[in-house]
């Protein structure tokens, strides 16, 4: 095991800028390359207080036109220049050029090093819900998978969630997070249930290594996912309905008022 002096390490903005040139090195080679065979572009290196996008690469036709890269401050906190492969694999994609299959490898392996540290790092949930336990108990009752080897898990109502999240399992904690916008009376029992057996079967099954990949929505979570009683009718509630209770449950956090509904 190798310890590293913290004054021997390079600071965080000598790391950013130090990613950037290796970027803009890799940009010089692929000038005139792939698609509109665009000269080399200046890379813009941004972090982002993102938590649900890993990295992304857009064109900006600015004057000079750049590549702007936008990572989410977490993944830098935790890997610094080693993001390395995973930007180049996206400066090629964006050019319409294949990534080597390392380099594809190596930006996979970072990105499960940054979900896990996710789940870790979660902060902590509000308070429990006797309605929510009771929907659990009424789930774990009539599921068809097997129960999880580690007993039934927590679950709570959760204020931090993305708008594209309506719940998730986080497995270090052993906890099931709904989002809180679904407190809403106007949501019925029947869908919260369907979207509580969805996180249930998360801590149930896990997820099957297919590869390279960690597959969590796998065949067997799909069969039992839509063999529960409300799953269609509960799916076309939340398409129809999802965006007007995350905008009205937005609106009420930000202006400081409740946000229940109840």
Known sequence: MQLQLAFDRPTPGEELEELRRLLQATEAGLAGKGRGRLPALAIDLRLRNNRSTMARVAYKDGSPPTWQFSL???????A??????????????????????????????????????????APSPAE????????????????QAPAPARGCPGILWYEGLSRRMLGRYLVD???????????????????????????YLHACLGF????????????EFRRLERAWPDYE??????????????????????????????
């Open 80 to 121: 610094g220049s080693d993001c390395l492969p995973l930007c180049q694999s996206l400066l090629l994609k964006a050019r319409g050029l294949k990534p080597a299959r390392e380099m594809e490898q190596a930006g996979r392996d970072l990105r499960d090093r940054w979900l896990d540290r996710r789940i870790v790092e």
């Open 173 to 199: 904690a052993h906890r099931i997070e709904i989002h809180g916008a679904l407190q809403h009376k106007g949501v019925p029992s029947a869908a919260l249930r369907t979207l509580v057996h969805h996180e």
């Open 128 to 143: 429990d819900d006797p309605h929510l336990a009771e929907f659990l108990r009424e789930v774990a009752e009539h599921c």
């Open 208 to 219: 099957r290594q297919q590869g390279n990949r960690r597959v969590y929505h796998h065949g």
């Open 233 to 262: 009718i509960s799916r076309q509630f939340f398409d129809e309905h999802w965006p007007k209770l995350y905008r009205r449950w937005n609106k009420c956090r930000t202006q400081g008022r409740p946000t229940g509904g109840k």
């Open 72 to 78: 989410a401050r977490s993944l830098f906190d935790l």
